[in-house]
């Protein structure tokens, strides 16, 4: 078994920024691709952005291209995500998961293990 775990998250200004964690763990293999998803309250799940095993290949939704940064650590069994001028509408769990494929890709139904979650609030 693979456990994700995500931190970082909270209750945060307009225009601040968070940086979230998130921590593989048990039969995680550092070739796994991992991604970050995040969901609104009343909306779907939404692909954030996804990096490669080696961490120098990343991709983005469009909606977060220029705001987001998702980096992999030395070790590549962490992945973090970097947010920077938060708007109200960046509020959302946010998930982090992890596939078995070097290939990061954008569909939530590719992803083989996923995290608990880690809540995010912009306050206006």
């Known amino acids: 078994q693979v456990q994700l775990a995500e931190s970082g998250g909270g209750l945060v200004q307009a225009g601040g920024s968070l940086r979230l964690s998130c921590a593989a763990s048990g039969r995680f293999r550092s070739s796994y691709a991992m991604a970050w998803f995040r969901q609104a309250p009343g909306k779907e799940r939404e692909f954030v952005g996804a990096i490669n095993w080696s961490g120098d290949f990343t991709s983005y939704a469009d909606s977060v291209k220029g705001r987001f940064t998702i980096s992999r650590g030395n070790a590549k069994n962490t992945v973090y995500l970097q947010i920077a001028s938060l708007k109200p509408e960046d509020t959302a769990v946010y998930y982090c998961?992890?596939?078995?494929?070097?290939?990061?890709?954008?569909?939530?139904?590719?992803?083989?293990?996923w995290g608990q979650g880690t809540q995010v609030t912009v306050s206006s």
């Open positions: 998961a992890a596939k078995r494929a070097v290939e990061p890709t954008s569909p939530s139904r590719d992803y083989d293990y």
